[in-house]
């Protein structure tokens, strides 16, 4: 009997994080996901966050810190819009925010490159993007000869 194995894709994303309560404020109101289940039985308290039923992103209180840059895991979790507008818009939303920017603005993800993004973090500190594969054209590279989203 042979298997068929299909291609794989991201089905959601776990983040673990300090206080739920802030972060659940942070991915909804600055994120618009939905919350589509919460545990909140001391010491195992979590969430599930999605857009239309879908989930997206779980977050788990167990982090006793905040995001480690340096350390093994997560490097960055990137979200893609549908146009460079839609980028701007949830630039404008973070900002009201007072949410803490890598770089000013919508940035190419290299020199020359049309794809880009804003690129920011969240309360615990976890390196988030937003970008479109076109429409930053004219949008600056914030680091020569290295893509934007390594070394925020």
């Keep these: 009997m042979t298997t068929v194995i299909s291609k794989l894709r991201t089905g959601h994303v776990g983040l673990n994080v ?19 289940g919460e545990g909140k039985e001391e010491g195992r308290r979590f969430a599930f966050l999605g857009r239309d039923g879908e989930l997206v992103l779980t977050l788990w209180q167990q982090a006793e810190g905040p995001f480690a840059p340096a350390a093994a895991g997560l490097h960055h979790l990137a979200f893609s ?13 973070l900002r009201g925010l007072g949410v803490a920017f890598a770089y000013e603005g919508v940035v190419a ?23 479109v594969p076109t429409g930053a054209e004219d949008a600056p590279a914030p680091t020569a000869g290295a893509p934007t989203c390594g070394f925020f």
């Design 109 to 131: 993800h290299r020199e020359g490159a049309a794809s880009g993004g804003i690129f920011f973090h969240d309360p615990d500190g976890t390196r988030l993007e937003i970008s």
């Design 18 to 36: 300090t206080d739920l309560e802030r972060s659940l404020a942070f991915y909804r109101d600055a994120l618009d996901f939905q919350v589509l």
């Design 81 to 93: 819009a549908d146009a460079v507008e839609e980028v701007r818009a949830y630039e404008e939303r």
